[in-house]
């Protein structure tokens, strides 16, 4: 099975740079998936890492260890848009399989 | 390019009765997926199905729930003699392939099932 963890809340303010952590243990793993999901609404894709290292997306980054089970989600330049849940989820042979979700809240 | 369309986008059951909820995968997608998000947890895996076929349904409680994808049509996930546990957001992705580079998931805007 799969299990992942993830801090479940974390405030920052607009401009600070937030970093959400994820370690996982699993019997199958083909990479790291971020999604982000805005009030209960349809969780959107954001990175996906499958090989060791930093992939950059705009003000948003992704990293992964293989070795040590563990990513991380970096979100730079903060506005209050980015004020939402963000999930990890480790990608087995097809299905997704997902943290508890951080709910980051940008503050002015 | 159009995403994945679910509907309804709120459905309300009374126990005992029927959900039929309704998936269609982005255009040039044949793979899609169902999972269900309780609040305040994350989505959670239920069935995996390709065009007429059910692929894994793992996740998916043995009785009550049957999910299908035929050749022409949406995917249908089909809740018979709902109980208020099944209240919860239902939510379809699709992805173009089930490997590689093609096999990012995208998920619609979700169903949300309330049961009284």
């Known amino acids: 099975g799969q299990s992942l963890e993830q801090p479940s809340e974390v405030t920052a303010v607009e401009g600070a740079i937030v970093q959400i952590n994820c370690t996982y243990q699993?019997?199958?793993?083909?990479?790291l998936s971020w999604y982000q999901q805005h009030d209960g609404g349809a969780p959107t894709f954001l990175s996906y890492?499958?090989?060791?290292g930093l992939e950059e997306t705009g003000r948003f980054s992704s990293f992964l260890s293989r070795s040590d089970s563990y990513g991380y989600l970096l979100l730079q330049e903060l506005q209050m848009k980015d004020s939402a849940s963000y999930f990890c989820?480790?990608?087995?042979?097809?299905?997704?399989?997902f943290g508890a979700g951080t709910t980051v809240t940008v503050r002015a | 390019n159009a995403g994945v369309m679910q509907n309804p986008r709120h459905l309300v059951r009374r126990r005992g009765q029927e959900a039929r909820l309704r998936c269609s995968p982005m255009?040039?997608?044949?793979?899609v997926y169902w999972y269900r998000q309780l609040p305040e947890e994350g989505l959670k895996f239920m069935v995996y199905?390709?065009?007429?076929?059910?692929?894994?349904e793992s996740g998916m409680p043995k009785e009550r729930f049957s999910a299908e994808f035929p050749k022409e049509g949406p995917s249908i996930l089909r809740i018979q003699q709902v109980v208020r546990g099944d209240s919860a957001a239902y939510f379809c992705?699709?992805?173009?392939?089930?490997?590689?580079?093609?096999?990012?998931?995208?998920f619609g805007p979700g169903t949300r099932l309330t049961v009284l």
């Open positions: 992705a699709s992805s173009r392939s089930s490997g590689g580079t093609g096999d990012t998931q995208y």
């Open positions: 699993t019997s199958g793993f083909y990479g």
């Open positions: 890492n499958g090989l060791d």
């Open positions: 989820a480790v990608k087995g042979d097809y299905k997704l399989s």
């Open positions: 255009k040039g997608h044949s793979h």
């Open positions: 199905l390709q065009k007429e076929n059910i692929i894994d």
